[in-house]
């Protein structure tokens, strides 16, 4: 009798867990806009969109100046962009969570596999899929669309543990390394995976650790070590043919550190900020979590490296004393080393983000699980039936809470405003959230509260990276305002800092840790002398512009104008129309509209020095001035 409960507690089990999902969420998640890197990576950039860019799209690197390879997770976008025709938050967001859905269930069938030997294997998969499942860290890759390389890689390493405990011999080997290769295409975290993988199979062996490491070279091992190696070989050579530079390092962090123990430190906080949120992680969520070495004290340098120290000793003990649950936690640890800044990470000046524990998390929650039923194992039947009650309310209020906290956060990432007034919130001094807030109100066309918010932070020090971005944001503050003098000049005198005295003195180059603040720059120039009406300057600057990059939608638009207002009709439209298949169906409805004010008030004031534009804008009576818009 109560092995048939088990059994259906276990059918009606996960079926209950994806409703408390899908009930945490929604319908928050349908409301979402692309917020933060979206923009760059799927709104302004036509790569993903267009059916004879997407083989460059999906492996170049995901921002300008990085060396981040995700081929597998942009084919997913660019798949969902082309089934729509556009580009839809609210697709993008759904994906995520049916992602996270499709992990929640690769977790509970580890969990089943792994605690087949197991007296009550219910107390296992229930605890480790419940706390990963609604764990508030996970917002963060479910909210925000450009989190799907985090889910994803999860998604391929879930898999290949799957692989791993389910199966033997060559189907084991084929599966696990095929899956390790998938997860290595979305995100170079998964490079540990092999260690934890070997970990699990040590914690279940009686083997010591020397000869469990003996074994991977035996005929028994081979096909398994072997086909894992040659996956990661496979993945190397695809990387370093598409991106040669491998290693991708913040520069600016790097300086900071004083000496090796300064940076080891830092690295010992690293871990510190990523256990803090697996087990609270209701205090202090948000997007951003900085952490600047300058403002290390000596008590901070001793406590990060005390931090190493006990992740030393961790090591020693698991594999000295071979217990399963400290093992378990060691593989949560090692799944972290990628994002720990051992290699200074180019993060916004933060310790970590959430997301990352998106896969690191799946380790903690079988380590939790092993923990929790390790107890069950201790006592008589009343300190049982006490274990028992503390358990179950554990999982009662985890789930409650968790589910409450899920469901105030979500919102918050609706939009960049919502999200940047969360943040600056939390962090009321933080540059980078002033900045990114100015930005997202400019975009609104808020520009008072832009101009508010960039006026407060005046007297802030910028570091060198933001520096340029606050300038530009002031730029391009003052051009959409109306005062294009103002702000072009801010622009010129920055390039005579720079020794450039002319805009078609400098060349972006494409590959260059510069080129996206210069392309920011030169589009925010463009706009200026469009705005006082120098084409032949603004021609110029968008020439530029679409020589380092012939599909920016915006250059080839302010190219456009540039060629109108030097009476140019043919040119223009040559460039207005291309510039019309580059940018997403909300933006060909923006472009249109702005031409036909642009053109209105070019003919109203310029007839004369545009004779054939303005007699062709006539003819074409296709666009109604009436809905125009600056």
Known sequence: MQTNLRKKILVAYPILLCTLLIYAYYPSITKL????????LFIFNPYLRDPELIWQGIFRPILEGTTYFRPLPLLTFCIEFLTQNNANPTVSHLVNLLIHLANTALLCAILFVYSKKSNNKLIIIITGSIIYSLHPALVEPVAWAAGRFDLL???????????????????QAFLTSLFFFFALLCKEMAITLPIAIFLLKFSQDRDSFYYSVKKIFKPDGI????????????????????????????????????????????????????????????????????????????????????????????????LRFKARSLILLLCFAISLLPVSHIVPLTIGGNIGHERFLAYPLVWFSIFLAQLIYSTFLWGNKKSKKVTAFTFAAFIFC?????????????????????????????????????????????????YESAENMLAKNESIQYSPKDAIFVLLTKADLQIRKGNAEIGTKLLEEYLLQQGIKSASDYSIDEKSKDSSKMKGLYAILARGYIYQEEFSKAEMVSDMLILSDPHNASSL???????????????????????????????????????????????????????????????DNSINPKNAYR
Not at 33 to 40: E, F, K, M, S, T
Not at 428 to 444: C, D, G, K, T, V
Not at 597 to 618: A, D, G, M
């Open 557 to 619: 638009l302010f190219s456009s104008y540039a060629k109108y207002g030097m009476d140019k009709w043919s040119e223009g439209e040559h460039l207005y129309k291309e510039s019309t298949r580059y940018f997403v169906p909300a933006g060909v409805e923006e472009a249109a509209k702005s031409r036909s004010i642009f053109l209105s008030t070019l003919c109203k004031n310029h007839e004369n020095s545009t004779p054939r534009v303005c007699s062709q804008f006539r003819v």
């Open 398 to 446: 985890w789930t409650t809470y968790s589910s409450a906290v899920i469901k105030i956060t979500t919102p918050l990432w609706q939009s960049d405003l919502s999200l940047w007034s969360w943040v600056l919130k939390i962090n009321p001094e933080l540059p980078y959230a002033a900045l990114n807030y100015s930005i997202a109100a400019i975009r609104e066309g808020d």
């Open 153 to 171: 890689v999860t998604t391929f390493s879930l898999a290949a543990v799957y692989s791993f405990l389910r199966y033997t011999g060559w189907t």
């Open 223 to 318: 096909p398994l070590w072997g086909s894992l190696t040659i996956s990661l070989a496979a993945y190397m050579a695809i990387r370093m043919h598409y991106m040669p530079e491998i290693l991708h390092t913040d520069e600016n962090l790097a300086r900071k550190f004083y000496d090796i123990p300064h940076h080891i430190s830092y690295v010992g906080w690293a871990f510190i900020f990523y256990f803090k949120m697996v087990f609270w992680p209701f205090s202090s969520l948000n997007p951003q979590h900085p952490l600047d070495p300058l403002d290390m004290t000596k008590l901070d340098v001793i406590l990060g490296c005390l931090a190493c120290v006990g992740l030393i000793l961790l090591t020693t003990i698991s």
């Open 33 to 40: 806009d692309y917020v933060w890197d979206d923009l760059q």
